[in-house]
């Protein structure tokens, strides 16, 4: 007697249907036309998508075109995006030099120009940094007019991007870091109306002066860093160089 193979009855499929995952139920549509009808059904896949995704589901009242398997697939894909670890960074700490220039009215207290890469790294990977200042330049203890700039610049004098310059008065004492911060600009693809969220630290050391003549002191040390000002950290070292790129890269000009 010849036996006769057919497909399953459609009722069959749907029963069946009930007992698999998503990810089952999306590799079973792709058998046959009759599969995937059964397999994309709204029943089957608006319990699933309310389960993972409720606000999606409920969403789904603006356009009820849209299928539920559609709406957990872009779900799906959404969750994945924010969970998927970000690239790294095409720019690097050996391509940048920090410039920093501090000055009082129109005497120049400390100039410096350092390779990144030259300074000591962070041990937790942050982006931040601590120099040491060699020349013994000597100022009052306090202050009026100072101007603080810090600048990363591209090697080769390719580019160069403003990270801080700020003016006002300080008062500064010895074994006290004089501190100043200053908001950073929005990436390029984001309106100049948007914050980025970070913040440009730097930090002056100051020292007695040599002569012990009372009143003055000196920079002995200079510290700049890139905060978050969500948590007030530091931000890491890939973050920091993913943010300066938008603005030192050349194929963003």
């Known amino acids: 007697m010849k036996s006769c193979i057919c497909s399953p009855p459609w009722e069959v499929l749907f029963l069946v249907a009930h007992y698999l995952d998503p990810k089952t139920l999306a590799i079973s549509s792709c058998v046959s036309r009759s599969w995937s009808i059964s397999m994309s059904s709204d ?34 894909v959404s969750v994945k995006r924010r969970l998927r670890s970000p690239s790294k960074p095409r720019l690097s700490l050996d391509d940048v030099v920090f410039a920093i220039d501090v000055q009082c009215r129109d005497s120049g207290i400390v100039t410096i120009a350092k390779p990144a890469s030259d300074l000591e790294p962070d041990p937790n990977g942050l982006f931040r940094f ?24 591209l090697k ?62 000196r920079v002995g040390k200079v510290g700049v860093g890139v905060l978050s000002v969500v948590s007030w950290r530091y931000v890491s070292v890939d973050d920091a160089l993913r943010y300066l790129q938008h603005f030192l890269s050349p194929s963003h000009d």
């Not at 998508?49 to 779900?75: E, K, M, Q, W």
């Not at 120099?131 to 600048?151: F, I, Q």
Request: charged letters at 20%; one cysteine or more.
């Open 130 to 153: 601590d120099m040491e200042v060699c020349e013994p330049p000597r100022m009052a203890k306090v202050l009026a007019g100072v101007r603080v700039m810090w600048s990363v610049v």
């Open 43 to 76: 029943h089957l896949w608006k319990p699933i998508c309310s389960a993972h995704f409720p606000s999606l589901c409920n969403l789904r009242a603006a356009d009820p075109t849209v299928p539920y398997r559609r709406l957990y697939a872009i779900g799906y």
């Open 156 to 217: 080769g004098w390719q580019g160069v991007f403003s990270m801080m310059e700020c003016k006002g008065k300080g008062s500064f004492v010895p074994d006290v870091e004089g501190w100043f911060s200053s908001e950073l600009p929005a990436p390029v693809c984001c309106s100049g109306r948007v914050g980025s969220g970070l913040v440009a630290d730097l930090r002056l050391g100051f020292c007695g002066a040599e002569d012990g003549r009372g009143g003055r002191v």
